[in-house]
């Protein structure tokens, strides 16, 4: 069973920075495509960014192009989102999601097969 789990969201001031973690488990971390999305309240869902573990390869939404930088830790199979240079518009409910590459070695923040519970992310100006 396909499970993630994320951790590391909070409340922070604008310009601050905030480190998201999403561990994942039951599949192998390889084949899949890694992505963190948002919602923020009355809003639609957004794609942030996505990473191929396998092969280093990341996909930045242009909305935190700059400011966001998604990695990995194969040995963990966590995948990690630092943010920076926060902004009162980057609040929102953060949530990992994962979707098998079928063999693919990019990403793009398509609608994903799995998805965890979500982080909450408040910046305050």
């Known amino acids: 069973e396909v499970q993630l789990v994320e951790s590391g969201g909070g409340l922070v001031q604008a310009g601050g920075s905030l480190r998201l973690s999403c561990a994942a488990s039951?599949?192998?971390?390889?084949?899949?495509?890694i992505g963190w999305f948002r919602q923020a309240p009355g809003k639609e869902r957004e794609g942030v960014s996505c990473?191929?573990?396998?092969?280093?390869?990341?996909y930045y939404a242009d909305s935190v192009k700059g400011r966001f930088t998604i990695s990995s830790d194969n040995a963990k199979n966590t995948v990690y989102l630092q943010m920076n240079s926060l902004k009162p518009e980057d609040t929102a409910v953060y949530y990992c999601?994962?979707?098998?590459?079928?063999?693919?070695?990019?990403?793009?923040?398509?609608?994903?097969?799995?998805r965890g519970q979500g982080t909450q992310v408040t910046v305050s100006s």
């Open positions: 990473i191929v573990s396998g092969v280093g390869a990341t």
């Open positions: 999601a994962a979707d098998y590459l079928w063999g693919g070695s990019s990403c793009s923040l398509y609608q994903y097969a799995h």
């Open positions: 039951g599949f192998t971390f390889d084949d899949y495509a």
